[in-house]
T-cell receptor
Framework: DTGVSQDPRHKITKRGQNVTFRCDPISEHNRLYWYRQTLGQGPEFLTYFQNEAQLEKSRLLSDRFSAERPKGSFSTLEIQRTEQGDSAMYLC????????????FGSGTRLTVV | AQTVTQSQPEMSVQEAETVTLSCTYDTSESDYYLFWYKQPPSRQMILVIRQEAYKQQNATENRFSVNFQKAAKSFSLKISDSQLGDAAMYFCAYRSEGTSGSRLTFGEGTQLTVNP
């Protein structure tokens, strides 16, 4: 297991286009999290899954954002009708439900909306 | 809602010296976890050290130690014998205890420069 993988590493898209990011967590981790990080700021929570169930969503997650984890393994985060304000690093992390040691983060997907 | 504040946007230290990064937080909960994460230019967040609020003893991990003051809601990170590889952005983070509190709340970060 090589840790949490995110794809793609970088994405440049035109305003108004839809984009989808993928996250593959550590295989035995049942919790998966999405965060957004803008330049010079700390990550902000977007949503998390326990297995395939989406248990919590931040108010930052507007109607244009949707996340899925269909079989409790990998997850996708889709942004529809992208806006320049969506430009950020999107971080994925995973953990065990019983793990109090924090998360294991992926390297992130950097989105640039032009 | 919990908030985490890091009042030092930037810090610098000479190689082999000691530096302390500050963090304060606000919460009404009694049980929680506190973390320091390191984010080097490669962008992957790496856990440096964690502290359970119910433990009075300060956590240590090799050259990294914390000063946890629960009453003051303060959680500072001390890096001893600083190395060039310690240069990174450091984030303080809070997490509630219990299954309903899985989200991490991060501070704004402190950019640490290590001078040779």
């Amino acid at each position: 297991d090589t840790g949490v993988s995110q794809d793609p590493r970088h994405k440049i898209t035109k305003r108004g286009q839809n984009v989808t990011f993928r996250c593959d967590p550590i295989s035995e981790h049942n919790r998966l999290y999405w965060y957004r990080q803008t330049l010079g700021q700390g990550p902000e929570f977007l949503t998390y899954f326990q297995n395939e169930a989406q248990l919590e969503k931040s108010r930052l997650l507007s109607d244009r954002f949707s996340a899925e984890r269909p079989k409790g393994s990998f997850s996708t985060l889709e942004i529809q009708r992208t806006e320049q304000g969506d430009s950020a690093m999107y971080l994925c992390a995973s953990s065990l439900e019983t793990d109090s040691y924090g998360y294991t983060f992926g390297s992130g997907t950097r989105l640039t909306v032009v | 809602a919990q908030t985490v504040t890091q009042s030092q946007p930037e810090m610098s230290v000479q190689e082999a010296e000691t530096v302390t990064l500050s963090c304060t937080y606000d919460t009404s909960e009694s049980d929680y976890y506190l973390f320091w994460y390191k984010q080097p230019p490669s962008r992957q967040m790496i856990l440096v050290i964690r502290q359970e609020a119910y433990k009075q003893q300060n956590a240590t991990e090799n050259r990294f130690s914390v000063n946890f003051q629960k009453a003051a809601k303060s959680f500072s990170l001390k890096i001893s014998d600083s190395q060039l590889g310690d240069a990174a952005m450091y984030f303080c983070a809070y997490r509630s205890e219990g299954t309903s509190g899985s989200r991490l709340t991060f501070g704004e970060g402190t950019q640490l420069t290590v001078n040779p």
